[in-house]
Structure formats: C-alpha cells, structure tokens
C-alpha cells in the first residue's frame, strides 16, 4: 500500500520555514508549497528530502523562493524542481562527484561541469560535445548562439566539426534536434558538371563575384566556393566543377553554371605577359612547342586549338592568344620559369713555374797557307765560328761581333803578313726562372656562357707579294690578326643547392722567341689550353689539369778520335748543353651568387683587396701610402662624380650665380 507523506512549507514572519510530515513509508512522496521562503532554508529541506550534499556559495541569497504545487513529488521530481527553483532566481547546481555546489549561473561554466555524452534532460547544467557530419559547423554557431543563456557557452572547434555546448540538459537536447534537422545527409550529395566551352578557374572566380559574401578558398589546383550548404569545387585538370549541397541549392547551382558554360563569341583570349628573368625569344619557342603538343595530343584540359604566341623584344613581353584551358597551363608555365637566377663567379688560376740552365763551351782553330794549305776546327753550335773569322780577315772587313759569354783567341801571321795560325776559346753559361701567376675571373648567370680575354691582338701575316712584274703593279700583304694571352670561356649550371657543372675551355697563349735552328718567317706563339667538363662543390678550388716538362739537350760537335782524347780532346770539340723545365698547372674556384646581398659582399671584399695594394706597412709599423691619389675605401665613392651635387653646393651656387657676360668672362679666363 502507498503511503502519501504531505509536507505543508509555511513562511513565518521571522524568515524561518518549517514543514510538517503527513505520513511516511518507504516510496515517500511530497507536496511542496512554498511562499515568500528563505532560498537557504529551502536547499535545507532539499538535502534532507533527497539526501544530497550541497556546498552552497556565499552569493546565494534569496528569501522570496515561491513554489506552488498540487501533485504529490517522488525524491527526483523533487530534485528536478529544486533546479528549476534554481535556475529561476539565477544559481546553478554543479555536481562534483558526491557534492553538489550552488553557484551564481554567471560562473557555472567555470566550475568543472560535468562532461555528459548520453541523451540527459532536465536542468542539470553539464557540458556536451556534439559532431557534425556534414554541415560546417561555423556556420551553425550563428544560428545557435541566440539559443545559449549568457552564463551558458558554445563553441565551434572546425579541425574536428564538432561544437562545445554548455547548459542545461534541455536546453542542449533541443539544440541537439535542431542541429540534425540542418545537418540533413541530402547535403552530401554530389554531382559532376563537365564543362564545354568555359574555363572552370573563370567560372569560380565569376561566382565569387556574384556572390561576395562567399568564402572563396584555393588548395594547389583545387579553387573552393562555399556557399550555405552548398559547396563547390573546380578541378582544373579535367576542367569540371564537383557541387556538393542538398537538392535545391544543386540545382540553382547547375542552371548558373549552364547559363555560363556557352561557346565564347571570340576565338580565344588575348594576355600580354612581360617577363622579368627570362627571354622572350626563348620563352615564345619553348611555349609554341608546348601547345603544338597538347594540340596534336588532344588534351582535355584545351578545349580549342587556334594558339598564337608572339614574342616582343623591345618591351621583353610575350603576346599569347589561346583558349582559356591553355591559356592557364601558359601562364602556370611562364611563372614557373620566369624567376631569378642565381649568378656564379668563376675564378680560374694559371700557375706556371720553370727554369731553363745552359752551358757552351766550344775551342776552335786554323793553320796554314794559300801555297801549301790550310787546315783547322770549325764547330758552328757555340757562338762564332772559324768561317766567320776566316771570311772576315780574307775580306779585310771588320771581325764579326762577338757573342755572349767569354771569347778568347789568339794568332800568329807570317813576316809577309799573311795568316799563319790562329784559334779562340768560347764559353757561355746561362739560367733564366720563370714563375707566373694569373687569375682571370668572370661572373655569370646560371647556365649562361660567358667568356674574358686578357692579352694582345697580334698580326700575323697570311700572304704577300712584293713582285711587280708579270702584271701586278700594287705590291700587297694580308694580316690576320688573333687574341694571345689569357682566355676563360665557360658555361656554369646549378648541378643541386651547392654544386656547379662546368662546360669550359681554358687558354694561355703567348709571343714566342724563335729556337735555335728554326727560321720562322712569322712570329711564333705558344699555346696551353685545356677542354673539359667538371662538377665542383660551391667554394671547393679544384684542379683541371696541368703539365710537367722537364727537356734535357746536349749537343756534341768534335774531330773524330781526337775528340775522344781524355783531357786533350776538349781542344777538338764543342759542347752545348741545356736543360729546360716547366710546371704548369691550371685552378678553378665558383661560387655561388644565389641573392644580391652576398654579390655585394663579395664586390666590396675584392675592391678592399685591390685598394690595399696602394697601403704598406713600414718599419715604425703604421700604415703608409704607397700612390699619391689612391683609391676611396668604398666601392660605391668610383661614381662620385656622376652622382647629383649635394644640396647645400646647388643652394650655394643658385646664391651666388653670375649675369651671363660675367660668367662668359669668366668661362673663357678659365679656358
């Protein structure tokens, strides 16, 4: 049997609130009537009712708590309607494992509610985390913002499309129910609209435009337009537009974009692109190989045929006319290859060092007469010889000039003046070192050539003729003339972030003496070139190659037998002995000019080197001139002269200007 336990709440006139049990059993039930009652007597007769615990905050005060009730309430209808209680005099409930905390609704959310994923009701405050499946959650947090109390909070968290709400349990289920009406799975349909004649990047900047309150997002080659529950996407390689949305919004969408995708009135469009880097020239060939292919290809993304590409070198621009699908890929191609290159700086180094040693030693004699003969040595490898002394003397013209080295001679003649015999001693010891350095250095763009040359220009005769006769009356003589000295030609291309590939050709060359024994009717020149292709490291100095020549001559001339007598034979021959040797190698150094800043760091550190040379230090240890007018310090002070003057010097001079006559007069006492 069901007892009825009736509570009757009476407000006294001292603030006090009593209530009475009518009956008790083990199911109790209440009837609650309450007027003008302390709240904080109220969460008294609450706690012994329910059996909760409650921490009540200081801030609860209330004493007009009315409650009016004519249905008997079990233990949870009593709970439920102390929340709502609660709710209306504006304090909250939190629960905190077994104790319950009253609190100002105005900080209920900072007070650790409980986190509640189960379908709750009732006026419990709690917190819940709902996940949208296909609507994008910041646009629900609009519409259901109005719906959250101020004390309450709403949240979008977009990574995940999911919204934190916290409130009460009701009010959080009734959001629930309006989320998956607006959340409807119609919106995730999809439908794929191929396009004919219009471009698909044109159509989606075209619906931006018409509607501006879209949010317009680009991914690679994927442009996005959302719009409510619509959502369209361009994919540009097959040149289709992917709408995403319920029924209605798909077919608003697909009408619009039918009404535009028309075969356009002109044969294509017309862009001028001016380049910054690259050439024109060059950048119009390699298009117009490029769109012959995707033609003869029949490329899906082309939807016409009728290209022109024109270069203008004057302006550097390229005048391109194609359908819009490649007009696209144009453009996507010129931005790629239309960028800054790096610049490379080649230094090469030519080191040669050698030596030549020499030693002649030569003794020559002659006897006898016109009646009964003459006889004698005559060696023509060491300076003069027999025959010049003997032609001389014979002529009566003066002996012929001596040559380098020591000569010693001597002679007897007859009492009637004639040659009886005579004889000279040559010897000549030579040496000479050579020890040369050049640098030459040329700067360059990435996989350009370029070339320095650092020498003469010398003549050379190709053909002459100095006869008149047979019928040639002007004499003539043909030159050609040829660069000798120092020549770097080389073709550098970035092999990766720090390595150059090197195509060069590397060339020393200079006028030569003509050897001993070779009649050369030009001028001679020596050559030491080197071809070759390398891989170098940014910085790394590397060699190419080189040559070592070490030549040993010796040159005998002697009276045979007598020649090869020990000690005495030197009398009988002549000795020529030379050893020549020669070092030559060839150095590489690039570097790496990838921005501007370091190309002005590396032409103010070389100009410092060049302007140190007019300095040395002396013996007191300062720092001394060695040119009168040396060079400024910085790079940029060799352009003084062409810089405008300051702006004190023109007021000074505007100040002080002369009457025309005056300064004529005074132009021409200058002159």
Known sequence: ???????????????????????????????????????????????????????VDPRVRARD??????????????????????????????????????????TAKQSNLPLVQDSATGEALITRVITVDNSPVEELVPVLRPLVPQYGHLAAVGSANALIISDHADNIRRMEAI??????????????????????????????????????????RRQQVREGRLTLVADE????????????????????????????????????????????????????????????????????????????????????RAEPALMQ???????????????????????????????????????????????????SNVGLSVNDIVGSILSGQPTATLNDGITIGGGERRSDGSFRWGGFLQALASSSNVNLLSTPSVLTLDNQEASIVVGQNVPFVTGQSTSTGAGLDNPFQTIQRQDVGITL??????????????????????????????????LITSTRSIKTTVLADDGETIVLGGLIQDDVRRVVRKVPILGDIPGLGI????????????????????????????????????????????????????????????????????????????EELRRYMEQNRLPDNERSMEDAALD
């Open 571 to 646: 009398l009988f021959r002549s000795t020529d002995d030379r050893r020549e040797k020669r070092n030559l190698i060839v150095f590489l150094r690039p570097t790496i000019l990838a921005d501007n800043q370091r190309l002005l760091e590396l032409t103010q550190q070389r100009y410092l080197g060049i302007t140190a040379l007019q300095f040395r230090v002396n013996r007191r240890g300062d720092l001394e001139r060695v040119v009168p007018q040396p060079l400024p310090t910085n790079v940029d002070d060799l352009f003084d002269g062409r810089r405008p003057p300051p």
């Open 489 to 522: 030609t080389v073709t550098p291309s970035l092999a990766g972030d720090s390595t150059v590939r090197l195509v060069l050709e590397q060339e020393a060359s200079a006028v030569q003496a003509a050897s001993e024994g070779i009649n050369a009717v030009d």
């Open 65 to 106: 708590v009315t409650v009016i009730s004519r249905q008997p309430l079990t233990e949870g209808e009593v709970y439920e309607l102390f929340l709502s209680v609660l709710q209306v005099h504006g304090y909250a409930a939190v629960e905190s494992g077994e104790i319950i905390k009253i609190v100002p609704n105005t």
């Open 179 to 220: 989320i998956a009406h607006l959340d409807g799975s119609e919106a995730e349909e999809v439908e794929i609209i191929p396009l004919q004649h219009a471009w698909v990047g044109d159509v989606i900047k075209l619906l931006e435009t018409l509607t501006p309150q879209q949010s317009g997002q680009q991914q690679g």
């Open 329 to 379: 890929e144009l453009q996507s191609i010129v931005r790629q290859l239309d960028v800054r290159r790096a610049q490379i700086l080649i230094e090469a180094a030519i080191v040669e060092v050698g030596g030549d040693l020499g030693l002649q030693l030569g003794v020559q004699f002659a006897g006898g007469d016109e009646r009964s003969g003459v006889g004698g040595t005559n060696f």
């Open 237 to 320: 390689r097959t040149n289709r537009l992917i709408v995403k949305g319920d029924s209605i919004a798909r077919r608003r969408a697909v009408e619009l974009i039918r009404e535009l995708d028309v075969r356009p009135s002109q044969s294509g469009s017309v862009q001028v692109v001016r380049l910054s880097h690259a050439d024109a020239e060059k950048m119009a060939e390699l298009l117009k190989n490029f769109s012959d292919a995707a033609t003869d290809n029949g490329s899906e993304g082309a939807p016409g045929t009728k290209v022109s590409i024109q270069a203008d070198p004057s302006m550097n621009a390229l005048v391109i």
């Open 1 to 55: 049997m069901k007892t009825i336990l009736r509570l009757v709440a009476v407000m006294w006139v001292g603030g006090m609130l009593s209530m009475s049990p009518a009956m008790a059993d083990d199911d109790k039930t209440w009837t609650v009537n309450i007027r003008n009652a302390d709240i904080q007597a109220f969460i008294g007769q609450v706690a012994d009712m329910t059996g909760k615990n409650f921490v």
